[in-house]
């Protein structure tokens, strides 16, 4: 006889600004990059690849949970190199900018906080 062990991969829990623990909603993903998307050409299936590519990072690093602001980090990463409109407009929708002026600096950066 001999047994088979199998590894797990449990998406982390996302924690949010409230300090709230939620599952990792890939739906809720989806519908806010389509909303940063409705006057960008980011297309469906670039989203759906940001949606896939999101939740292998999430799977792979190993982290019981991450931050959500940790998560719109890795989702502005993969859309910086697919479209920069879209990346713009999901920043302004889930980053905080104190003024035009940060906003202006993040963008100089490429992106970077």
Do not use: C
Request: charged share 25%; glycine share 6%.
């Amino acid at each position: 006889f001999g047994t088979l062990e199998t590894a797990e991969l449990k998406m982390p829990a996302v924690i949010g600004p409230d300090k709230k623990r939620s599952p990792f909603n890939a739906q809720r993903l989806r519908n806010d990059l389509t909303a940063a998307a409705r006057k960008s050409a980011l297309t469906p299936e670039q989203i759906d690849e940001t949606v896939r590519l999101t939740e292998h990072r999430l799977y792979t690093s190993g982290q019981r949970d991450i931050s959500s602001s940790e998560l719109v980090e890795i989702v502005l990463e993969e859309l910086f190199g697919q479209n920069t409109e879209a990346a713009v407009r999901f920043a302004a929708l889930h980053k905080r900018f104190d003024s035009p002026e940060h906003f202006a600096s993040w963008l100089a950066q490429g992106g970077k906080t």
